[in-house]
């Protein structure tokens, strides 16, 4: 325990970069997800083949690859967006999970009988009032459960922000670690994503009972 | 499982047999052909039965072990010296990449024979390793774009972001002198170098015998200011083989006294240093 306990600030300074990390890149994909499902669902022809290419182009490529490619492509030499390894790694995730959000959110609002939304017209509802009081807040029941873990899965990716410098939790275990030629960061490490990931997990797994019955 | 365990001991009892069995000790059966004859028990008889030598090296520090990718072949000082040991036991080399960070663990997981890997010696690590003699004297330096001219020294570093790699002592040098530089961290020299490159970093820091190829090899960028640590490079080898350790400090006198140092150096290091080799770290034999 001496190699952590020696080192916990530095540690938790890690932890809390993952935190930030993972709400950033939660938030963000929700965001890019709800935009891109509504364009794929109600933009028609050249709305829903450009969300599908978004879709299938950061989907299938590994989310390594596309980390080390922005870290080049933001830095000073070229577009000089960003160089901290911690920006990038934001808007890297966010991307990428946002592709997996959107899919999310898709089959959410078409899992919503298309009559509810003629009946809701034909009884007077503007366009806007349908989705807000009759789609969406059906449509959000059925995505919760696969949102929750959209958003395990996305605590686990921030680990790879480490491979582009992002001084994140595993990247501060491994300092450590490396530091101390000792194991017991790293088996604090994977006790600290842990620490995250299984109240995601039950807070997942609680709403997703509550809304079975709510049906 | 009880089954597998029996059954593995067995078969380790087999084996033990065998290698213990008469006429099988003898080192100079093994094959290999040249090469000193050793104790059947000792460390370097056991590396004679394998027919080779493991080194860990770097295979991105031009001068000191860089794999040349047009014959793929591992070249530079490092590289050599364990050539020469290998030589000298009558057996192949074979290189293994090791960066910074898992040069230690290699050696203790048994991957690895020896590391020559331009790994400083330093108390920390003695307490998990042994070193042979130190081989070559480094010194921590900076390397920053030519037209950089706002750092001159390792004060300057305070406040801009240092490129350096894990598991390294420049790390631990950058974070002890220059406590308000940021760090960022790769894997290994060559990442590290292409950051700066990038823009991503002010500088890369870590041993001046290592920036010397990193300087050549990406263009515009260039040494400042004088090395502010000792580094001094040994080889790493894992602890409890003693006579390895002797076995190498031999070779390295060896290699004092015959010139063959001096030759190395002149070979690797001299065309990037472009300094006179000076005298080897260690005593010559005799």
């Known amino acids: 325990m001496d190699p952590i306990v020696a080192n916990l600030d530095f540690l938790i300074g890690g932890y809390a970069t993952t935190l930030k990390l993972s709400a950033g890149a939660m938030a963000l994909a929700l965001a890019i997800g709800v935009l891109v499902a509504s364009v794929r669902v109600w933009g028609g022809r050249i709305g829903s083949a450009a969300g599908g290419a978004y879709v299938e182009f950061f989907r299938n490529t590994p989310l390594l690859v596309q980390l080390f490619f922005y870290a080049v492509l933001f830095a000073p030499a ?107 960061p790293l088996a604090g490490v994977v006790v600290a994503y842990l620490s995250i990931t299984i109240p995601l997990a039950i807070l997942t797994g609680h709403l997703e009972r509550r809304l079975r019955f709510a049906r | 499982m009880r089954r597998l365990i029996a059954g593995l001991g067995a078969l380790a009892l087999a084996l033990g047999a065998c290698t213990a069995g008469p006429g099988a000790s003898s080192p100079a059966a093994s094959g290999a052909g040249g090469g000193a004859s050793f104790a059947a028990e000792s460390t370097m008889a056991k590396i004679q039965q394998k027919g080779k030598l493991v080194c860990g090296v770097k295979f991105d520090v031009i001068a000191f072990g860089f794999k040349n990718p047009t014959n793929n072949e591992v070249e530079g000082f490092d590289a050599d010296l364990c050539r020469e040991i290998a030589q000298k036991m009558g057996v192949q080399p074979e290189f293994v990449e090791t960066v910074s960070k898992n040069r230690i663990p290699f050696l203790q997981e048994d991957k690895v024979d020896i590391v020559i890997s331009t790994m400083t010696i330093n108390e920390e690590r003695k307490k998990e390793i042994d070193f042979s003699h130190e081989y070559y004297h480094a010194g921590q330096s900076i390397l920053t774009k030519s037209d950089n001219t706002a750092i001159q020294s390792v004060d300057d570093l305070n406040g801009t972001t240092v490129c350096t790699v894990e598991g390294s002592t420049s790390e631990k040098n950058i974070s002890e002198q220059a406590p308000d530089a940021e760090l960022l961290l790769f894997p290994s020299y060559s990442e590290a170098a292409q950051a700066l490159v990038d823009g991503r970093c002010e500088s890369v820091s870590t041993d001046d015998s290592i920036l010397f190829g990193l300087a050549s090899q990406f263009e515009g960028t260039e040494l400042r200011g004088e090395p ?59």
Do not use: C
Request: charged share 20%.
């Open chain 1, 78 to 184: 070229n577009l000089g967006l960003s160089r901290d390894p911690v920006v990038v790694a934001l808007v890297g995730l966010s991307v990428y999970t946002g592709a997996y959000v959107t899919e999310v959110i898709r089959s959410g609002i078409l899992s919503v009988d298309q009559r509810q939304s003629e009946a809701a017209r034909s009884l007077g509802l503007s366009q806007v009032q349908t989705l807000r009081r009759v789609v969406l807040p059906q449509a959000f029941r059925t995505v919760i459960p696969p949102l929750g873990n959209l958003s395990i899965a996305l605590v686990k990716n921030t680990a790879v922000a480490s491979a582009i410098g992002a001084l994140e939790l595993l990247q501060a275990g491994s300092i450590v670690s490396s530091r101390t030629f000792r194991l017991e």
């Open chain 2, 228 to 286: 502010f640590t000792d580094e001094p490079l040994g080889i790493g080898i894992k602890k409890g083989k003693d006579d390895l350790v002797q076995f190498v400090n031999g070779v390295l006198e060896e290699m004092a006294g015959n010139g063959r140092w001096k030759a190395l150096y002149e070979k690797h290091i001299k065309p990037y240093s472009g300094k006179e080799a000076p005298e080897p770290p260690f005593k010559a034999a005799g």
